[in-house]
């Protein structure tokens, strides 16, 4: 049977209940304290969704950008892009066809590799108000997600591959 202990029940005055007694209560109702796993987990889950955000930022700073990175021959440029973003995301983008991304919603220039990320976040603050963006938008998180599929298969085989005798 567990006990239910409040603030208010388990203290027979106005003041509030301490700390520990607090923890102590939420352990008698089944809650148990976040282990030192749970917080690994909960900080590594905080880093891949920040890693996943500046991801979806470049590949749309990209998308935007997709007739000047159809025009790029500079392959040390081109190098440089690939290492800011990945070359599975950089392939990715320059494989889709220009067509089927909104035209209004793209430019003739292209940003540096160190301009990616700030050049995508300013258009993701701008997306929600611009239908185009929106839906440039939308393309981008598709790549990414399609991107982060197929790198999690590729790491499950890689670790079935270790595991198998």
Request: proline content about 5%; hydrophobic content about 45%.
């Given at each position: 049977?567990?006990?239910?202990?409040?603030?208010?029940?388990?203290?027979?005055?106005?003041?509030?209940?301490?700390?520990?007694?607090?923890?102590?209560?939420?352990?008698?109702?089944?809650?148990?304290?976040?282990?030192?796993?749970?917080?690994?987990?909960?900080?590594?889950?905080?880093?891949?969704?920040?890693?996943?955000?500046?991801?979806?930022?470049?590949?749309?700073?990209?998308l935007h950008a997709k007739p000047a990175l159809?025009?790029?021959?500079?392959?040390?440029?081109?190098?440089?892009?690939?290492?800011?973003?990945?070359?599975?995301?950089l392939d990715a983008v320059r494989n889709l066809?220009?067509?089927?991304?909104?035209?209004?919603?793209?430019?003739?220039?292209?940003?540096?590799?160190?301009?990616?990320?700030?050049?995508?976040?300013?258009?993701?603050?701008?997306?929600?108000?611009?239908?185009?963006?929106?839906?440039?938008?939308?393309?981008?998180?598709?790549?990414?997600?399609?991107?982060?599929?197929?790198?999690?298969?590729?790491?499950?085989?890689?670790?079935?591959?270790?595991?198998?005798?």
């Amino acid at each position: 049977m567990a006990a239910h202990i409040s603030s208010k029940s388990a203290s027979p005055s106005s003041e509030p209940m301490t700390r520990r007694a607090m923890r102590f209560g939420r352990r008698l109702a089944g809650e148990r304290e976040p282990t030192f796993a749970d917080l690994v987990r909960q900080r590594k889950t905080a880093q891949a969704a920040d890693k996943d955000g500046e991801r979806l930022a470049m590949v749309l700073a990209l998308l935007h950008a997709k007739p000047a990175l159809d025009r790029a021959l500079d392959g040390a440029r081109l190098a440089r892009l690939a290492d800011a973003i990945g070359e599975d995301a950089l392939d990715a983008v320059r494989n889709l066809d220009t067509a089927v991304l909104p035209q209004e919603a793209l430019v003739a220039t292209l940003p540096q590799a160190s301009e990616l990320r700030a050049t995508g976040q300013r258009l993701l603050d701008k997306a929600t108000d611009t239908p185009d963006l929106a839906a440039l938008t939308q393309r981008a998180v598709v790549i990414v997600q399609h991107l982060d599929s197929e790198r999690h298969a590729e790491a499950n085989s890689s670790a079935a591959a270790e595991t198998a005798p």
